[in-house]
């Protein structure tokens, strides 16, 4: 059984940093693309970042570059999303999510697994 299990969300004021992590289990990391999503109260989850299964270049959402970094440690079946200068609309729940064999799509309706979400929340 497929299992990813979010941490590292938390209260941060706007310019700090966050790292967040993903932990899976119940499949081979290293077979899948990872993405990482995010969302408000009455809004559609949106993409942040995604790292393809063979390893390239990630993608980001325009709300990501130049802040964000994805990266993940297959050995250790997790995925990192590092957070920096961080904004008040940055505040979200931010789930991550896996897609086998995938190329690190921005598009949600792909991935095939999905954890429960961790709160992030940046005051101004």
């Known amino acids: 059984q497929v299992h990813l299990q979010e941490s590292g969300g938390g209260l941060v004021q706007a310019g700090g940093a966050l790292r967040l992590s993903c932990a899976a289990s119940?499949?081979?990391?290293?077979?899948?693309?990872m993405g990482w999503f995010r969302q408000t109260p009455g809004k559609e989850r949106e993409f942040v970042a995604a790292?393809?299964?063979?390893?390239?270049?990630?993608a980001y959402a325009d709300l990501a570059k130049g802040r964000f970094t994805i990266s993940r440690d297959n050995a250790k079946s997790t995925v990192y999303l590092q957070m920096d200068s961080l904004k008040a609309e940055d505040t979200a729940v931010y789930y991550c999510?896996?897609?086998?064999?995938?190329?690190?799509?921005?598009?949600?309706?792909?991935?095939?697994?999905w954890g429960q979400g961790t709160q992030v929340t940046v005051s101004s």
């Open positions: 790292s393809p299964w063979r390893g390239g270049n990630a």
């Open positions: 119940g499949l081979t990391l290293s077979f899948y693309a």
């Open positions: 999510a896996a897609d086998q064999r995938g190329p690190g799509s921005s598009d949600k309706a792909v991935y095939d697994y």
